[in-house]
């Protein structure tokens, strides 16, 4: 495998990247010198192998339909065996456009308009915004903070459902306060989902972008018993920085459910798109598996980085992080309103975060960095933060 360098300043402004060339129209950071940490990609190249792909695709020069995925399927077979111990049937695994995609086919297969669908917030915002352009009701389950991280409030949940809700979309590992949900708690969400008869769609796509120490478990490990009401979302996508190729696989176990789905999907005309394909069945290989190890090394010590800087602020707490390469960062301690701090990051430090009430309830004082960037990236990002908040030291 060839060495990655992922501390390569690559110059994504002007390449049509939605992460660097929309920040000034979103934040009104200057693209001249602003630094984009909202988008959840990574500003580094894929494996070798994937390039590989694109460029013997590009060699052979003809783009017409895909067809054969054999070769796909058993690579995410392998993929999920070998990194996961999960088996997965080849008849069990659907082919959508990313997973913001196969999360909104889940919404339109499994619930009609006017059903409850429990988010657990404060959680990705793109499910809330598919839920309610679905015409459904997005139900708010907060999240409990314990030690300065996102436990479970099973109590407090139950005590919130009303009989109309139908699904519950779990992000597991969490995004955006990067917790990576132990067996039991995993088994709690089981329980919850099977008490309150609600479908679970499993959103597992930062599942191998753990932390050097940490595990995650995908949720047919944790609940076997889920089975006949889990729907099951991963993807190369955030995993090898393929964000472009929308694809993600949607992989329902149970067979009974999947005939509402592949409906859906018919009814919808959706086909895979071949560069995705290729893509995905190159990195799900070992030459891939070497490269996200090389990766999760990295991102760690980019978190350790940023969070020692951020710590060295008084007021402002980064929220440790077990997966994903997302900082969630509380302003709360500074005694600032959002707009305030926000007003800082933006237009003092120049950098483009998410803001934190568009993950839902307990989000209002947090914003979220992408720290996928070379690391010279991230310490860049601290010493602006650092003097935007001089005041406060």
Not at 228 to 236: E, I, K, P, Q, Y
Not at 244 to 263: K, Y
Request: hydrophobic residues 45%.
């Amino acid at each position: 495998m060839t060495t990655p360098n992922f501390d390569l300043l690559i110059d994504r402004r002007g390449t049509h990247s939605a992460k660097w060339d929309m920040m000034e129209a979103n934040f009104g950071v200057p693209a001249a010198d602003g630094i984009a940490m909202w988008v959840a990609d990574m500003d580094f190249q894929p494996p070798a192998c994937v390039q590989a792909a694109v460029e013997a695709m590009a060699g052979h020069g003809v783009y017409g339909y895909f067809g054969d995925d054999r070769a796909y399927r058993d690579a995410i077979r392998w993929w999920m065996k070998n990194r996961h111990g999960w088996e997965v049937e080849p008849q069990a695994i659907f082919t959508t456009h990313g997973l913001v995609n196969g999360t909104a086919l889940c919404v339109e297969a499994f619930t009609k308009p006017g059903d409850g669908i429990v988010l657990m917030t404060p959680v990705y915002h793109a499910f809330a915004r598919i839920v309610a352009a679905a015409g459904r009701r997005v139900v708010e389950c907060p999240l409990a903070l314990a030690d300065g991280r996102y436990v479970l409030d099973i109590p407090g949940w139950d005590a919130r459902m009303t009989g109309s809700e139908r699904m519950l979309i779990l992000c597991s590992p969490h995004n955006p306060g990067g917790r990576v949900w132990t067996a039991d708690e995993l088994r709690a969400i089981a329980d919850f989902c099977k008490r309150h008869d609600l479908i679970l769609v499993s959103d597992e796509i930062h599942h191998d972008l753990v932390m050097p120490g940490q595990r995650h478990t995908a949720m047919p490990l944790a609940a076997p018993d889920i089975l006949d009401r889990l729907v099951m979302m991963t993807a190369t996508t955030k995993t090898f920085n393929l964000a472009g190729s929308h694809i993600g696989n949607v992989i329902i176990p149970d067979e009974a459910l999947r005939g509402p789905f592949q409906a859906r999907m018919n009814a919808l005309g959706i086909s895979p798109n071949s560069f995705g394909m290729a893509m995905a069945t190159a990195a799900y290989s070992p030459e891939g598996a070497a490269w996200v190890d090389a990766l999760a090394a990295y991102l760690d010590g980019n978190r350790r980085l940023f969070d020692e800087g951020v710590s060295a602020v008084p007021g402002l707490s980064s929220m440790a992080l077990e997966a994903t390469y997302l900082g969630w960062v509380d302003f709360s301690g500074t005694g600032m309103a959002p707009a305030e701090f926000i007003a800082r990051v933006e237009k003092q430090a120049r950098i483009a975060a998410n803001h934190g009430a568009s993950f839902g309830l307990g989000g209002d004082n947090y914003l979220r960095f992408n720290l996928a960037t070379p690391r010279a990236v991230v310490a860049e990002a601290v010493e602006r933060l650092q003097g935007a908040f001089a005041d406060l030291q």
